[in-house]
């Protein structure tokens, strides 16, 4: 019983679901169910109920989902102790992003508790590199939103946000119930600094070449609305200041909150973060 295919197992029963388990795999579903059931096979026990909406655990395959869950959890401690007595172990996350978010809190409480004895390091990064120094090797994983050239790269989606229009509560608009992104094709929009990920870019301008001040993080976007009356976009539940309103997009694809690292890394300490933030962020 390899501990790949423990992992696999473990995707499936969290997800209940082989699309899914694959996705979150990056792996397609032939192989994924082909491993699933050699693994029953080996066992000599149904570990799945299947139908056509998903699939359900079996007695059996609970108490497995319990063990796989702790022998998993065995050999990544082994792994650490191992790399302790190599050196002291490492990770450098980047962020991106509101770290109020209770997905980021989520995700740091669950780290520290299956590694602490790791030195986690954290980069917070401005608005022209949505990889958060990736590429450049200044971090291990990045936290962040997508869209951005993903050449290269490893992406995981953990969530995705809708969208809405930052404007001042005196802006005409801003007593709207939702706009479309036409209503704004005549507004002046936030950019980004020169350098910065071009799809990243156009994203948060719309789809569209705009004009506008040039801002590097987010207090500097919620500033240029506030003194210039410039149109900002922003992912929907976030307090803003007394003096803004948000109004939802209903033409604007939502916002990805993604994990990324760069393609090949097999540091366990990225897997691991990996699996942590999906379970932290589907609650």
Not at 22 to 43: C, F, V, Y
Not at 88 to 94: D, E, K, W
Not at 158 to 184: C, H, K
Not at 205 to 234: D, I, M, S
Request: net charge neutral.
């Amino acid at each position: 019983m390899e501990l790949r295919t423990l992992r696999y197992f473990v995707a499936v029963a969290e997800e209940l679901h082989f699309g899914r388990a694959a996705t979150r795999l990056h792996m397609s579903q032939p192989p994924l169910s082909r491993a699933i059931k050699q693994l029953e096979t080996d066992i000599g026990a149904l570990l799945f109920t299947r139908s056509p909406a998903g699939v359900t655990l079996t007695p059996a395959g609970a108490v497995l989902l319990d063990e796989a869950r702790a022998l998993l959890g065995h050999a990544d401690r082994v792994r650490e102790r191992v790399s302790a007595a190599a050196g002291a172990a490492s990770l450098t996350v980047g962020i991106l992003g509101d770290s109020t978010d209770p997905g980021v809190t989520r995700l740091a409480a669950a780290y520290r508790r299956n590694h602490p004895r790791v030195d986690i390091r954290i980069r917070d990064t401005d608005l022209t590199d949505p990889t958060c120094g990736l590429r450049a090797g200044l971090v291990d994983v990045a936290l962040t939103r997508a869209p951005f050239d993903e050449t290269s790269l490893t992406v995981r989606e953990l969530r995705t946000d809708p969208v809405g229009v930052v404007l001042r509560t005196d802006d005409p608009l801003a007593g709207r119930d939702r706009l479309r992104l036409a209503d704004l094709a005549d507004r002046r929009w936030f950019q980004f600094p020169k350098g910065a990920d071009p799809i990243w870019q156009s994203y948060w301008n719309g789809g569209e070449p705009r004009e506008g001040p040039v801002v590097r993080v987010v207090q500097e976007c919620l500033q240029a609305v506030l003194w210039n009356g410039t149109v900002g976009l922003a992912p929907l539940g976030h307090d803003l200041p007394v003096e803004l309103a948000v109004v939802p997009l209903i033409d604007m694809p939502p916002s990805r909150v993604v994990t990324v690292w760069n393609e090949g890394d097999a540091n366990p300490l990225i897997r691991s973060f990996n699996e942590i933030a999906t379970a932290a962020y589907r609650r």
